[in-house]
């Protein structure tokens, strides 16, 4: 088809190969869309700044960030050498990738400055290294980064503790200043935006408020369609029945699918920052139906979302209503007093703690014990010690102290921070920027939807654990009036770890093999800290390694395992049906001594954040 003559009679320059015309927004729709954001946006900062002067002022610097980084700044300042020479480095590196972007301008191959990590999702649009000018916009990023994150480094003499925050939140900011978080420089955003005209920005103004009437002026990313999932009904939904409950937890006992079962029931003791369907999210990656088909009578505990009439409930408590209660209950609900146990991160601590106090007690009910990536020696834990230190723990005590307890979503946003490319930033470019919905998606709907912790257990948590390591020091901690040393513990004991663990690093998870003492057995997963606990057979997925010697240094242990494809659920099975291989008639839930209060998964999981 023949171009369309310009006015003067002149052929209009063709469009370039692939170009895609920009797209007139509709003035009126655009008009009520920007209407409808201005109310928002007034009503919204205004219910803010009335929560800010109801709560009075806060501290300026929370966080602890700014003496951290002043400290290194003054490190820095005392050996200049060091940063000049990576200032020269940084601007030859800079001076090289103009003459590269140059040639390449030119027609001419040119090699990359420097390369990124293939696996670095912010930057997969073919046009970050087909277009000269995302090329350079990356590069320049990149030696940005790489520059930061080493003259950090050079600063010599910090304290490992503000080594360690200097170096988290130098990253933070890295990770925030991408290219690929800003319109005019992502050019996936831009395409988008020239195909729609504008209305992925709109789109995505209007996700931002809405994300921000959810969080009350706080900004609470929706990372998934939260209203594609409920909970019983496409999630959570093994068949079992509620037979037990007290303040902190319902005991839920899960309908059998073999009619012979192992003799010893199956306690699962999930953390109570999360929910404890983690473990039953959907039927293709259910742990629970899983182990139910192998045979085991599973119990699983459902911690309550405690609000300000449980902020004296310590952790203690949790130790007393949720592992002694269950048992108790598991005995009239069976008959049996023997059981195998599992502690899910927190939940393991929880386990430990409970074995040690059952230890000095003669109380011998738990006869074997299961530790998903778990905590007990919390020397080294990982980045969240970033968030440990006096100033933060007390503004933290604070809060908590005058609503009785840690909301959910301040936790939340703590674990996001350590993978804030895959948790905050994606979210922002996909919500905001590009305006589209978050895809369906079991996992992130669980992420979510979080729960409170009472503010005197948090504490206790937060001081004598990640702050002084006490669990580790035998007599460290009294619970219920007894100090507990976890050497005293006999139970053999399985412990599974994940090798990109951001949370409960698999080095200091190890440890936990040297504190308990009876026969132990450690394994680790692939993946993370979720991805590589919950990884079922069925999926082919993630390996694991494994060895049975057990050296003091956790990499000598990795220098002699064994890589294993797939889960590692089936060795898990191996070894906790060994213990114990009587088998007995399948057990339905209510046939005991204890009645059906409803159905799984029970109402305290069903309990919303406010």
């Known amino acids: 088809m023949a171009d369309k003559q310009k006015p003067d009679g002149q052929k209009p320059e063709p469009q370039q190969p692939g170009a895609v015309p920009f797209k ?115 590069q320049s990023y990149l030696l940005s980064a790489r520059y930061i994150t080493d003259v ?93 409950q007290n303040d902190l937890m319902q005991l839920i006992q899960y309908t059998p699918t073999t009619e012979k079962v192992l003799k010893r029931p199956l306690l699962i003791l999930p953390p109570w920052i999360n929910k404890f369907y983690i473990l039953d999210l959907r039927a293709r990656n259910s742990f629970v139906r899983w182990a139910t088909a192998q045979g085991h009578t599973v119990f699983i505990v459902s911690w309550v979302n405690p609000d300000e009439k449980l902020a004296e409930k310590n952790f203690e408590d949790y130790m007393k209503e949720g592992v002694l209660d269950a048992l108790t209950a598991i005995e009239a609900a069976t008959g049996e007093r023997a059981v195998n146990a599992i502690g899910y991160c927190l939940g393991g601590t929880l ?37 440990i230190d006096e100033e933060q723990i007390k503004a933290l005590e604070d809060k908590m102290n005058k609503r009785g307890f840690l909301e959910g979503s301040e936790m939340a946003t703590t674990f996001n921070m350590l993978r804030a490319n895959d948790l905050i930033w994606s979210f922002v470019v996909n919500n905001y920027l590009l305006g589209n919905d978050p895809f369906p998606f079991d996992l992130l709907y669980w992420n979510a939807d979080s729960t409170r912790m009472p503010a005197r257990m948090h504490s206790f948590y937060l001081r004598n654990m990640y702050q002084d390591n006490k669990l580790a020091q035998p007599g460290g901690i009294s619970l219920a009036g007894t100090p507990i040393d976890l050497s005293k513990v006999k139970v053999p004991a399985y412990f599974i770890s994940t090798r990109e663990d951001h949370i409960a690093p698999w080095r200091a998870t190890y440890r936990g093999t040297k504190l308990l003492g009876g026969e132990n057995r450690f394994v680790l997963a692939a993946s993370g800290h979720i991805a590589g606990v919950v990884n079922p057979p069925e999926g082919g997925k993630y390996s694991h390694w494994l060895n049975t010697e057990l050296p003091e240094d956790p990499e000598a242990w990795f220098q002699g395992a064994t890589e294993i494809a797939g889960s590692w659920w089936p060795d898990w099975q191996r070894w906790v049906s060994a213990q114990d291989k009587r088998m007995v008639k399948a057990r339905e839930p209510g046939d005991g001594k204890l009645a059906v209060l409803e159905e799984a998964p029970g109402s305290y999981v069903k309990v919303l954040l406010s």
């Open 152 to 244: 950090v480094k050079q600063a010599d003499g910090l304290e490992p503790a503000t080594a360690q925050k200097v170096d988290f939140y130098s990253r933070q900011f890295i990770d925030a200043m991408s290219p690929s978080n800003f319109l005019l420089t992502n050019p996936e955003v831009l395409r988008k935006t020239t195909e729609t005209g504008g209305e992925n920005l709109i789109k995505g103004l209007n996700n931002l408020l809405a994300d921000l009437e959810r969080g009350k002026g706080n900004l609470r990313i929706k990372m998934t369609d939260m209203e594609a999932f409920r909970i019983g009904e496409n999630i959570a939904v093994t068949p079992g029945k509620v037979v037990y």
């Open 351 to 387: 386990l430990s703690s409970t074995l040690a106090w059952m230890a000095a007690h003669g109380d011998d009910r738990i006869k074997s014990a299961t530790f998903f990536v778990t905590l007990m020696d919390f020397r080294e834990s990982g980045e969240l010690n970033v968030f």
């Open 24 to 138: 007139m927004p509709d003035p009126a729709a655009l008009g009520r869309s920007m209407a409808g954001i201005a109310e928002r946006s007034q009503r919204i900062v205004g219910d803010w700044l009335k929560r800010q002067a109801e709560e009075g002022p806060g501290k300026p610097d929370p966080l602890n960030i700014g003496a951290a980084f002043m400290e290194m700044t003054t490190r820095l300042a005392s050996n200049p050498q060091k940063l000049i020479e990576a200032q020269v480095g940084f601007w030859q590196d800079y001076m090289s990738l103009w003459q590269s972007t140059a040639r390449r301008m030119m027609g001419m191959d040119a090699k990359p400055v420097i390369e990124g990590d293939p696996r670095d999702r912010r930057f997969k649009d073919e046009a970050w290294k087909d277009n000269e000018v995302f090329d350079f916009i990356k």
